[in-house]
T-cell receptor, first 109, second 112 residues
Framework: TQLLEQSPQFLSIQEGENLTVYCNSS?????LQWYRQEPGEGPVLLVT?????EVKKLKRLTFQFGDARKDSSLHITAAQPGDTGLYLC?????????FGKGTLLTVNP | DADVTQTPRNRITKTGKRIMLECSQT?????MYWYRQDPGLGLRLIYY???????NKGEISDGYSVSRQAQAKFSLSLESAIPNQTALYFC???????????FGQGTRLTVV
């Protein structure tokens, strides 16, 4: 069974601070996806990274895929209250996704 | 209207009862999935279907069954519900060759 370890599990910060969420595995994935989930809703895809070493930016969010395609990170610059939510990473292998347990981010005004 | 629709949104049922959760999609995707989400455990795959004639067990299929009635419809059944099946259930779709998933809004199931 492939496992994805996400850290930290909980993160509470003040508006304007920077943060990084990590997603690590001992397995190699074909791609890695990041989702954001708000209360009462299903996860929504933020980004997919495919190539080892790839970096993608989405406004204040920066996603990186490790060179060995086993780990990924999400960095948020100058966090805002609207960034509050559950962030999930998911590794793809054989057309199936394995999800991490998520990082619950709270950004306080 | 949501592209992936789950019904019901909330359900309370008694131990031993049979219950069906339904999922329909208007995205035209051929692949459909059922996940359950529990606090601290993340999303776990129950069953998945790559087309109407294809059904596969996921990580935690025991106690569940599914039916793919059409390309757009994928239902999940609990034949005899038990309290540890209390969870948030999500249906998702993806297009063939691409695993980027589109989720429904979820069904909160409570078994008492």
């Amino acid at each position: 069974t492939q496992l994805l370890e996400q850290s930290p599990q909980f993160l509470s910060i003040q508006e304007g601070e920077n943060l990084t969420v990590y997603c690590n595995s001992s397995s190699v994935f074909s791609s890695l996806q990041w989702y954001r989930q708000e209360p009462g809703e299903g996860p929504v895809l933020l980004v997919t990274v495919v190539t080892g070493g790839e970096v993608k930016k989405l406004k204040r969010l920066t996603f990186q895929f490790g060179d060995a395609r086993k780990d990924s990170s999400l960095h948020i610059t100058a966090a805002q209250p609207g960034d509050t939510g559950l962030y999930l990473c998911a590794g793809e292998s054989n057309y199936k996704l394995t999800f991490g347990k998520g990082t619950l981010l709270t950004v306080n005004p | 209207d949501a592209d992936v629709t789950q019904t019901p949104r909330n359900r309370i049922t008694k131990t031993g009862k049979r219950i069906m959760l339904e999922c329909s999609q208007t995205k035209g995707h051929d692949r459909m999935y059922w996940y359950r989400q529990d606090p601290g455990l993340g999303l776990r795959l129950i069953y998945y279907s790559f087309d109407v004639k294809d059904i596969n067990k996921g990580e935690i299929s025991d106690g569940y069954s599914v039916s793919r009635q059409a390309q757009a419809k994928f239902s999940l059944s609990l034949e005899s519900a038990i309290p540890n099946q209390t969870a948030l259930y999500f249906c998702a779709t993806s297009v063939g060759g691409n695993t980027e998933a589109f989720f429904g809004q979820g069904t909160r199931l409570t078994v008492v």
